[in-house]
């Protein structure tokens, strides 16, 4: 019998009204795969995201989570298998961080009932994982981007979604966060989470991710390893300019620079 994928692409297609389309987008990730979505600045990696988290509707194709249609599942139960970690989380009134990631708990409750006492112990193990804990009673807008980046990760972990999406891991983070959300990452992927991640950084990618998608004009060029994507010719042919492809000394793994 087949397995159950976690995400299944077939045949998709979608087109903005003002024209830009992804055509032709088939890929699977399996159960507990970090994937990654690579490519120039709007090769339509969010527009994919967006699609596979239900917020935008493909006009042909297949878009199947666990075996279902994303529109056409209650919103509760979208909200139980899949999150989106987006670029734009803008909250419409100055709740304080905590009030934030307790957010991502909404979709476990029941009407009325309020937060249970497991999901506090949830919301203070997520705040902790992303270290923001020590934000928690601040207001959200009070922090830097890269920590409100990190909140915004928490509120996702919260969720307890089968899979996420997330776009742009590690924009506004330094170093040190840059690693403390790649093994945050890494851990949710030991629990069996699937992980659907847009980089602009590949070397990141590289390090993180099972496999990589590389994207041009709304179109996957190419899906592979690590190895097989960060190829010379394949970022040539991608980004239009000239890379050298070396590894990492300890990871193995290929890293991309500028040539
Ligand atoms: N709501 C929208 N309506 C119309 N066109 C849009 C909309 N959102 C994005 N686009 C266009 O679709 C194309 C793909 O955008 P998308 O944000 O998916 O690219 P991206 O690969 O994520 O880019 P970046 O790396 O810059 O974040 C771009 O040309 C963009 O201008």
């Not at 397995?3 to 087109?15: G, Q």
């Not at 042909?60 to 529109?71: D, E, I, M, Q, Y």
């Not at 902790?128 to 934000?135: A, G, M, P, V």
């Not at 093994?183 to 989470?193: A, D, I, P, T």
Request: with cysteine; proline share 3%.
């Amino acid at each position: 019998m087949c397995e159950l994928k976690a995400v299944k692409v077939e045949n998709l297609y979608f087109r903005y009204r003002t024209g830009f389309s992804l055509e032709n987008i088939e890929f699977s990730v399996e159960e507990g795969e970090f994937f990654g979505i690579i490519g120039p600045n709007g090769s339509g990696k969010t527009t994919l995201l967006k699609i596979l988290s239900g917020l935008l509707k493909p006009q042909k194709g297949t878009v199947l989570l666990f075996g279902k249609v994303p529109w056409e599942v209650s919103r509760k139960e979208m909200a139980k298998t899949v999150t989106l970690v987006s670029q734009d989380f803008f909250p419409s009134y100055d709740f304080t961080v905590k009030e934030i990631v307790e957010m991502g708990r909404l979709p476990h409750q029941r009407l009325l009932n309020g937060a249970s006492k497991r999901d506090e112990e949830i919301v203070l193990k997520s705040l902790e994982l992303t270290d923001t804990l020590k934000f928690s009673s601040r207001t959200f807008w009070t922090l830097s981007a890269g920590e409100r980046r990190k909140v915004v990760l928490s509120k996702a972990i919260a969720q307890d979604t089968k899979i996420l999406l997330v776009d742009e891991l590690t924009a506004h983070l330094d170093y040190s966060n840059v690693s403390l959300v790649g093994n945050v990452m890494r851990k949710l992927k030991e629990s069996g989470k699937t992980i659907v991640a847009v980089f602009h950084d590949i070397n990141v990618a590289s390090l993180l991710c099972d496999r990589l998608a590389v994207m041009k004009n709304g179109r996957i060029i190419k899906i592979g390893a690590p190895t097989e994507v960060l190829d010379e010719g394949v970022l040539r042919s991608v980004f239009e300019t000239e890379f050298v492809v070396l590894t990492h000394p300890v990871t193995k793994k290929p890293l991309a620079f500028l040539k």
